[in-house]
């Protein structure tokens, strides 16, 4: 059956069309979609049907409450459907704007770049897309406009996005395989100023871009590197462009996290995902005067690069709404010390459990990772799912702590045993002591050799099959 043959008349009824054929979720993504994710999702059991969200939990059709860890990789940073957003996309369409004319000057999207650069003192314009790649994707061009050269810096086991410019700079092969040839890039290992001084000799480097704090696996930059890496990319003509598409807008306990160093002040910022409120997609990448009028150096290059969507009148309004409630609600103080207690409480449990190798992270990103076992039983079963595909255990972990305790998780990256937190910026002590309660009895159950040993004997059947 079609929309059009289930909708009855001629008017769409978006609450009817749910109520109808909902059902088919996982049948409508195997047949129209990329087919891979329900199989995936129906192998390690999250197979769920969600009816609704607030905050930092949704319910599922039972009823049941899940607490939400992961808060769409990053994107619900207020949570879902927080009600001054709400209210303001609510606003907007009622305000029936004049929107993307492309030929005036709407002031939502001036508004939401000075409120930016706020937060942004060495900074001074912003040009807005509809998406973190879009973000970095615009970085790129303007540094190696600006400077006049092709090559661009990263570090390894970085991601920057997946088009195709953004996956010029993405440090995994596994995501980069098949999709050559990419831009003439080049890798280096995130803290070493070597092999940075090194690519920077041959003259033909625009820019390094780096995450302060790596999502692949949670690893920051070491103390002092932004702020070094910045002196030698200026000394040699060369730009830093911060990627803060996960780590901006109060994840780490400050608005940006190349602010928890002294002295670091990048060309250019890229922004996304927290800052759509979890509504309208929107990224930002926001950066000094002198690159901005290198790029439009004059009217015959007014849209020498521009995005049919950006700067749309929701996003703006969402943008907007939701740095007022970060203003209000004083989010990022909130991140930050919500976040020192969930991480001070995981790093209790290493000495308690000899599969738990490490607990880091800044704020309200924190990376679990685990390691071999001392013991003799421990490490038998750990290197078998080693030798099956490494990233299993933290896969064993993930899945317990929703299908028993309802908590939402993702394991970090393909290949790595670490655990990635990175809730909703509102959760509070409560939701603190749910999920370490239930991590617990997890790890519990894992040295125990119980119920999480036996989900691993699946997954090494399906990495196998895999093969």
């Known amino acids: 059956m079609t929309i059009a043959e289930s909708s009855g008349t001629g008017e769409f009824d978006l609450g009817a069309l749910l109520a109808e054929r909902g059902a088919e979720r ?6 129209y979609l990329n087919h891979q994710l329900p199989r995936m999702l129906r192998t390690i059991g999250f197979d769920k ?3 609704r969200a607030e905050g930092a939990h949704f319910w599922d059709a039972d009823g049941n409450d899940h607490l939400d860890m992961l808060a769409g990789f990053g994107v619900m940073g207020l949570g879902r459907h927080h009600p001054v957003v709400r209210k303001a996309l609510h ?5 029936s704007l004049a929107d993307l004319t492309r030929f005036d000057c709407q002031p939502l999207p001036g508004l939401l770049a000075e409120r930016l650069l706020a937060h942004s003192p060495h900074l001074d314009r912003v040009f807005f897309g509809n998406s973190g790649t879009e973000a970095v994707e615009t970085a790129l061009k303007f540094a190696r406009y600006a400077t006049g050269r092709p090559r661009v ?15 010029s700079v993405n440090g995994e092969s596994g995501f980069r395989d098949g999709f050559a040839p990419l831009l003439p890039d080049t890798a280096v290992p995130l803290g070493d100023l070597d092999a ?4 920077l000799r041959g003259g033909d480097v625009a820019a390094l871009i780096v995450e302060p704090i790596q999502g692949k696996g949670v690893h920051e930059a070491p103390p002092g590197y932004l702020r070094a890496a910045q002196e ?17 807008l109060g994840r780490t306990g400050d608005f940006y996290a190349h602010q928890h160093e002294e002295g670091v002040e990048p060309d250019l910022v890229c922004v996304a995902k927290a800052l759509s409120g979890g509504y309208v997609p929107v990224g930002a990448t926001i950066g000094k005067d002198w690159i901005f009028r290198k790029v439009y150096s004059s009217m015959d290059r007014v849209l020498v690069h521009s995005a049919s969507f950006g700067a749309n009148a929701q996003a703006m ?3 907007l709404a939701v740095l007022s409630v970060m203003e209000n609600e004083r989010i990022v103080a909130r991140a930050r010390g919500t976040g020192e207690l969930l991480r001070t409480r995981l790093a209790a449990l290493t000495e308690k459990y ?19 076992p001392r013991s003799l039983r421990l490490r038998s079963r750990w290197t078998v799912l080693q030798a099956a595909r490494k990233g299993l255990f933290a896969q064993m972990v993930v899945v317990p702590l929703l299908q028993r305790h309802r908590i939402l998780t993702q394991v970090s990256g393909d290949h790595l045993e670490v655990i990635k937190l990175i809730p909703p910026l509102i959760i509070d002590e409560e939701d603190v002591n749910r999920f370490v309660d239930a991590f617990t009895a997890v790890m519990d159950d894992a040295h125990d050799g119980g119920l999480v040993w036996e989900f691993g004997r699946t997954l090494v059947k399906q990495a196998v099959t895999d093969r």
Not at 354 to 372: H, P, S, T, Y
């Open 49 to 51: 049907v969600y009816e």
């Open 196 to 199: 940075l001084e090194r690519e």
């Open 232 to 248: 030698l990319l200026h000394r040699h003509k060369a730009l830093l462009i911060a990627d803060e598409v996960q780590t901006g």
């Open 317 to 319: 309004a969402a943008g």
């Open 91 to 95: 606003d907007v369409l009622d305000a």
């Open 26 to 31: 996982y049948e409508l993504h195997t047949r």
């Open 153 to 167: 810096l990263y570090c390894e086991h970085a991601f920057h996005g997946l088009t195709t410019g953004s996956l």
């Open 354 to 372: 000899e599969l738990l190798a490490d607990v880091r992270g800044r704020g309200l990103m924190i990376g679990i990772e685990f390691g071999r």
